[in-house]
């Protein structure tokens, strides 16, 4: 039996958008203000640590995108939910770095996490990473990202 050639492609769109649907997946803005005193530029570490965690919610099947980090005050949370509206993302989730300025060391993160649509905090919480690896820092910052990510994640599923 053949077909006529239309039917071909209307098959085609719909298999298109059927796979489409399936790699949907939730979209989160992360934003960082950082606290250590000096307030002049970004540190190493808070680079770092940003890297880290935005491969943390990738490795969970987000899709991620990152405002500028802030050295100076802190972002409007208001003015962040817009730009988010704006871009289609489902959440934001802001964190401030507290850091020693000596040591170059992150001392606390608080983070908050919203729903962008609902205009709502989902959550928020202090972490205290004193009692992570101290001699690898590298490994230190991994971890602190991968559990705040496992907090957030356990909140927005």
Same mark, same amino acid.
């Given at each position: 039996?053949?077909?006529? !050639?239309?039917?071909?492609?209307? #098959?085609?769109c ?6 489409? *649907?399936?790699?949907?997946?939730? *979209?989160?803005m ?16 808070t #680079? ?7 491969? *943390? ?6 899709? #991620? ?65 004193? !009692? ?10 991994k971890?602190? *990202?991968?559990? #705040? ?9």
């Amino acid at each position: 039996c053949i077909l006529p !050639h239309y039917i071909y492609s209307v #098959i085609l769109c719909i298999c298109l958008l059927f796979l489409c *649907s399936l790699v949907y997946g939730q *979209s989160i803005m992360v934003c960082i203000n950082q606290q250590d005193g000096l307030q002049e530029k970004e540190q190493r570490v808070t #680079i770092q640590f940003e890297d880290f965690l935005v491969e *943390s919610f990738f490795d969970k099947g987000f899709i #991620i995108t990152t405002y500028p980090i802030s050295v100076q005050e802190k972002d409007s949370v208001q003015n962040l939910l817009d730009e988010c509206k704006f871009g289609s993302m489902d959440y934001l989730v802001y964190l401030t770095l507290t850091i020693n300025p000596l040591t170059e060391r992150i001392t606390s993160i608080d983070w908050n996490c919203f729903s962008v649509m609902q205009e709502k905090k989902m959550n928020q919480s202090q972490f205290e990473v004193t !009692h992570y690896e101290k001699n690898n820092e590298e490994k230190r910052l991994k971890v602190i *990202s991968e559990t #705040i990510t496992k907090q957030i994640f356990e909140i927005i599923s």
